[in-house]
């Protein structure tokens, strides 16, 4: 089995060569991203295997259609960037759905303890040996109220770390988990009031028509004032003009973002010799009260590693048994994972 990887970083090659070369699986790696201009690199190859910014869209999907490709391997859990609806009947799309909460559930406390602790600013000082405590007045997270959207594995990983700090948590979810909410210090709730009592408001659900741009002019306004923002899922959660219009105004006290709406030709590259083009994110990083991390969360051994076990295990109970349980499938206007392993 040969498959084109796409949008290939150093750190990806060891963990797949390990699991591909026991599945008899060859990887063919390319550093550029999946994109219309790029899609003849899969020429000869049975399956690709691709991002969060590689570019899978219809007129890739049927450019891959015509080379022969059967399959489109998410290594991730997100599939925002593929044309679902386009793609059935043509490609199968397997991802990754759960490779560790933990990671991101823990980068998600560190930038919350970063950014009110100000250890950022303190750590930068010290290196000059400037150990004054002026402005590094931070608060305590226990008894706080922190608004949690989305409680899928990560965000109930989230709420776990949240609970043993003693916070109190206001949850929302289309779908609730059940037994998570006990009626005292996890409660579910609706939208309006997790903005209005939420002191911290944490994003952890994926992007959909619903919940783009969640977080708009509209909902700040029903926040706290200096209320803290976190992002470690999916950037077009977040308007990024209404944010910055809502820190300029003090609205927003502080807010920590793993992702960015505009990041596919910025993140995970080294753009420091650069020009900034993108004005938004210029002045969002040039603001003392915000810390942005170049979608770093998933990035730890341990979910290095369950990526490339799960996503050649995809590939391999594809090809051998004509099904994976790992399949997403367009089912009357909505993705779903495959339920019966015959999509088309």
Known sequence: MKVAFFDTKPYDKPSFEEFGGKQGVTFKYFETKLNEDTADLARGC???CVFVNDTVDAAVIDRLSELGVKVVALRCAGFNNVDMKHAYGKVHVLHVPAYSPYAVAEHTMALLLTSVRRIHKAYIRSKDFNFSLSGLTGFDLYGKTVGVIGTGRIGRVFIDICRGFGMNVLAYDKFPAPGLDNGDTVRYTDLD???????IISLHCPL????????DEAALEKCKRGVVLLNTSRGALVDAEALLNGIKSRKVGAACLDVYEEESDLFFEDNSGHIME???LARLISMPNVIVTSHQAFLTEEALMNIAETTVQNLKDFFEKNRCEN?????????ETCRDGKCF
Do not use: M, N, P, Y
């Open 193 to 199: 009031e997790l903005f209005a009592k939420s002191d």
């Open 278 to 280: 993108d004005d938004t």
């Open 208 to 215: 959909t028509d619903e919940t783009h741009h969640i977080i």
């Open 327 to 335: 399949e997403l499938c367009w089912r009357g206007g909505t993705t």
């Open 46 to 48: 049975d399956a690709v």
